[in-house]
């Protein structure tokens, strides 16, 4: 269940990171308000799951599927680069993020 949470609040650190793009830098009110929401329930989950996973996994998981997922929605909202190199390396976080799952069970 744990690692559910975890996935979660991954989400939610994808969905602030996301909008801060949107919310131009706090000065559009209601894309401002959602990303310190997103921020909030982020933190508050990761805390949870830290509870009885280890810091150091639960923290690099968290960050990972943020970066990743981050990254995914800048390449498709926001036209960003999809250049070999950066795919690559986005796939070589999964396989991180995979590595450390596997390692703690």
Known sequence: ???MILFVAGLFEIAWAVGLK???GFTRFWPSVATVLSLVVSFLLLGLAMKSLP???AYAVWVGIGAVGTAVLGIV???ESTEMLKLVSLGLICAGIVGLKLAHA
Request: glycine fraction near 8%; charged fraction near 10%; hydrophobic fraction near 40%.
């Open 1 to 3: 269940m744990n690692w």
């Open 77 to 79: 909202l926001f036209n």
């Open 22 to 24: 949107y919310s131009e």
């Open 55 to 57: 810091v150091g996994t």
